[in-house]
Structures are given as C-alpha cells and as structure tokens.
C-alpha cells in the first residue's frame, strides 16, 4: 500500500474507526482529530506549527499518525521531550499503538540517548587498572552487570552506582573506531540503531546539542538527517536551550578531575601542579561572597575583584594546559586500557581549560556571567560548604534558533497543553525566534471543567507580602486547613518557594489528621507511590510537581497554589531578560513576567483534572487575581472552570458535585 492510501486522521478516529476498534472504552475526541488535522497541514506546507492542546486531548497520537503517515513516503520523524515519563509514554505505549493502527508501514522506531547514559567497555577495563575501584564492591557489581546487559544504558542498572561518570562513554575518551570496543560499543550501537530507525525519540537536551554539534561538524552530527521534529513538552525549550547553547562550571568539577588522575599512583606525576590547580580553583571561587543564592559575578565581587578572579582563572588554565601536556607525553610509553585512559584524561584537561577561559574571558554582549550557591536548610549538613557554580549563560536563544533549527528543517511542530498566554502565542514566538508564517492553533480539553472544577480565591485574604511575614502564613494554614477538612485530604499543595512549603507545612503538622508528604524526603516517585497508598494524604511540592504529575481518580480533590508564579525578580536571567526587552523598548513586565506566570499556573491548574470523570477545586491563594489590573486576564486563560470566592460557595459547590456520578464508578 502507497502512502496515499493510507487511512487519514479522522478515519483512524472517527466511532468505528480502527482506534475504537483497537481500544476497549474508546471515546472519539473532536478535539484530537483537530490537533491532527493542524499537524497534517504543517506538512503539507513545510511550516513549524504552534499546537496548545488541552488536558485530555491526547496529542501523543495526534502526532504521531501524522508522522507515520509522513515516514511512509521514505522520510525520518524526531520526536522530542522534556521529561522521561512521557518519552517512556510515547516509545512503550503510543508508537506501539500506532504500529497496530498502520501495520501496512514499515514502522522503525528508536529511543536515542546522550552519552553518559551508556557504559563505556575501555573506561571499564581503565577503572579496573586503579586499586581504588578494582576492590570496591559496587564496581564488582558494574563488572557483573557489563557481562549481562543488553543495552549498557544506566537506566537499566539495578542499583544507583555514585560513580558511573567515571565508567560512562563521553566524547573526550571515546577513541571512535579506535577504540578496541567499538563494535561492542553500546553507545556506537545505539547510535547505529537510530541510523536505521525512521522514527526517533529523544529529548530536547540531545536534539539540542546535536543541532550545535552538525552547525560546525556535519559529520559528527549525534542524529541522522530528519526533516520532520515534533517539539513536545515545547514550553521547556527555551530553558532548555538556555542551559545547552550555555557553559557551566560547578566549584567541585576541578577538585573531582584532579583526584582521577592522582588516582593514576603508577605513574610519576607532578603532584605540585594538581596541588597549584586545586588551590587557584579554590581562590576562584572562593571569591563569591553574596548574600544571594543567585547573583551577577561582577556584584559577587568587591572593587578589582573581576582582575583576581580572571588571574585565578589564568592561573587554573595554565594549570590544566601542564596537566594536558604532561598527561600526552606520559601516555606515549603506555599501552592497552591505561594509555586509553591517560589520553582520555589529557583531553578532559584540554577541554576544561577551554571552558574555564571562556567562563571568564570571552567577551558576548549575548551572554552574562553568574553565579549560583547551594541552598543551606536545617536538614543539610552545615559542616559542608555549599557547591558553587559559575555560568556563561545566553540572555535570548532565539537568533541561535533561528540559525540551527527554523533555517534548517522542513517542518517543525512545538506542541504543549501549556504553550499559549492570553490565548495567542506571542510570548513563546518572542522568545524562540519561531518564524513569522509558523501555524497556530489553540485546541480546547474535552473535559467538562464548568461543571467537574471550581476555582476558588479567596476573597477575605490579603494580597501576598513582598517579604516574609509570619502572620500571613497563619491565615494561609487556616484556609488550607478548612480546604483539607472538607476534601478529606487528597490534596496537592504547591508552593513557589521551599521557606513557604516547610512553614505550611510545620502549620499543617498539628493540625490536621492526614498523612503528610513533603518534597525531598524521598524521591519523587517514591513520594507519589506513597500519597496515592495513603488514600486521603497531602503532597506539598515545588517546581516538578507543578507539571507531568499525573494523580487521576479521587486520590486528588483538590489542588492548592500558594501564589501567583512570577519568576525571582533578582534571578540574573530574570533581570537579564528583562533588561533586554526594556533597552530594545518593550514592557517586561506584560511582555516576559506575565506571559511566564501564566504558563506555569495553568500547569499547576492542570494537576487536578485527568481524566473525564475527576473532580475538585483548585484553589489559588492570592487575591490579586482579584484586584490587580492583570488578575482577570489570567483567570480568563485557565481551563473554563466554575468560580467562587467565597466559602459559602465553595461547600455548595463540593455537595453539588458529590451528587454526579462518583469518579471511576
């Protein structure tokens, strides 16, 4: 069967169509077929397309027929994501779905991944060399698994090993075809894999960093030539980008380098330079002294303290260029898997000096320096001085999209259930540079939300203090625990910042009955696997679980946001940002803050409603929704839910709802 032939979207999906046939319970969705029809459309026209698609709308599938359609006429189809969860999603579950829908193609899919994912068999045997792993029980361990496993990919590892970077494949000691592992390599075999597939999924952090890589090698490109990505998730790309077309030196990385190669005890090595890099690094970063845990390097830094930090800095360069010579000239009368390892070390020197020179000697109007400092809380261990990192980071990416990516490729879909502010798509357009002709389409849930969700404001609250204030945090612990007390717990409570969290939480601790958990007293998955056994429990979260937490079914009634989620206004990004669309004569605050904040409350909005049959209120405990010139214009662009702002109306409402038929039956 040609391409032609192929069944369209609507007849895939239309009642009686072969995903009703497919799928027991199938509901036809107007809404998805829409998304289909916008994708199919981008294609035809060679355009990149901005899709919003509501919660329930199930834009997986709405473009992935598309793209098989597409790969049917002999082209290859990139699939990106943000986060695991939905790239485990579309490779275990939609892409075999729709291998079932279309069995007449020929249907290749392949889940690519970085490098450090993936065990490296030369830095194994080079580990091995150093007494420190070859008796180290969980290295044991490593070996044992390298001689069974399949993949070599981390994620497949039963145990957490703490130092796979030293036996991960990464591009400074990866010798190529050199390499006597090559046709074993799990890395190069992925690799091959992904040359054979004609649907690839990765994540935005690859695909980004192999659009760098092919704009100045071509030949080294990490993906094979496409002409068709879809952007899913896409409201993370510019961060994403951000941190990928940017540099960043954590005050550990040099200390770390130096302890792998004095790990080298067989060699005569000159310690004296290890000693003099470790001390300059020291220096280096020892000269960031700021009350924030944020800040511009130049304000870290006393009157003629950039000349100190860039003669620390020169001193760490001359440094590592010794370290790399001495490495090469030592690994010339070695052989086998220590000469491979000493080389490997001599190119991660080079590349270190490379990134620290540039850290504090390049000079980019495009880009700013900052620093940033571990958070200290009562549960750290206060002995350990907080990690420190220096960033060389763009202010805007959107030239350097336009120059990889929109010049590049045929068709692009960016798509996102979170992409659109005040219903249109300017914000995101600003910041990634997307091309004036790009296709938009905002696509609605097919979730009744007027009649299944309420948002409540409360009314009688002040607005929230700019500063710290104890009594407000009593008021906001009274209405949460009036809110608790009638969803019987189940709730999700997210916090903008972790002082708000714990003070909620302390709050809570002696007030209520329900089982309580808090971000970061275990991890992610673990706290969800506990929240939905304990049946009536409340999660308190920050930053993930704003988004890509799904909890369907009445184990989440109701949803709590703290506050409005403008970004920290002393962030250097932040204030970067800002600046730059003051100078070029733009208001920040409706062009880049707002636009923001709105992004991320419909994400936090998003956690409570799932499916068709969930129900509850999302609660937003700030009234300047109520009284700010702004606040209408972001309750208008959330889901089209019942209102109140008074808690007479909010018990109606919960008894009301407690009379339509019960969520899952």
Known sequence: MSATDLPSALQVLKPGGALSRLLPGYEYRAEQVEACEAVEEALARRKVCLIEAGTGVGKSLAYLIPAVRHLARGHRVVVSTHTINLQTQIVEKDIPLVARLFPEVDLRPALMKGRGNYLCLQDLDGAEADLFYATDAQFKAVKAWARETKTGDVADLPFTYPDWYEVAA?????????????????YFRMRRTGGNANLIVVNHALFLSDLLVRSSDASAAILPEYDFVVLDEAHHLEDVATKVFGLEVPNRRIPAFAERVRRLRTLDLNTDRLQALEEANDELFGLLESDRQEFFL???????????????????????????????????????????????????????????????????????????????TDRAVQSREAAAVLHYTPVTVSNALSKLLWSEVDCAVLTSATLANSGG???????????????????????????????????????????????YVVLLVDEIERLLKLSDGRAFLLFTSWRML??????????????????????????????????????????????????PGEALS?????????????????????????????????????????????????????????????CILDTRLLTAGYGEEFVRHLPPAARASVWSRVERFWRQNSEIEPAHG
């Open 170 to 186: 990464n591009q400074d000691t990866c010798r190529g075809q050199e390499c006597r592992y090559f046709d074993r390599c799990f």
């Open 298 to 376: 130049e304000e870290a830094l006393e009157e003629g303290g950039m000349d100190a930090a860039r003669d620390a800095c020169q001193r760490v360069c001359v440094s590592l260029e010794g370290v790399h010579n001495e490495l090469l000239e030592v690994a010339k009368d070695l052989d086998g898997a220590m000469k491979d390892r000493v080389e490997g070390l001599s190119r991660i020197a080079g590349r270190l000096r490379e990134e620290m020179h540039t850290l504090l000697f390049d000079e980019d109007a495009d880009y700013i320096r900052w620093g940033a400092r571990g958070r200290r």
């Open 425 to 471: 798509f300017s914000y995101v357009r600003q910041r990634l540079g997307v091309p004036d002709d790009a296709l938009e389409r905002i696509i609605g849930s097919p979730f009744d939300y007027k009649r299944r969700a309420l948002l409540y404001v409360p009314r009688g609250l002040p607005n929230p203090p700019k500063a710290y204030a104890p009594d």
């Open 502 to 551: 714990n003070e909620v939480y302390d709050g809570l601790q002696a007030r209520v009955s329900y089982p309580l958990f808090r971000q970061g007293e275990m991890p992610s998955g673990k706290l969800l696997e506990a929240f939905r056994a304990s049946g009536n429990g409340c999660l308190l979260g920050v930053q993930s679980f704003w988004e890509g937490v799904d909890v």
């Open 558 to 618: 109701c949803v709590v946001i703290d506050r409005l989620p403008f970004a920290v206004p002393d962030s250097p990004i932040t204030r970067a940002r800002r600046q730059a669309i003051a100078e070029a004569g733009g208001d920040w605050f409706r062009e880049y803050v707002i636009p923001q904040a709105q992004i991320r409350l419909k994400q936090g909005f998003g956690r409570l409603i799932r499916t068709r049959t969930d129900r509850g209120i999302v």
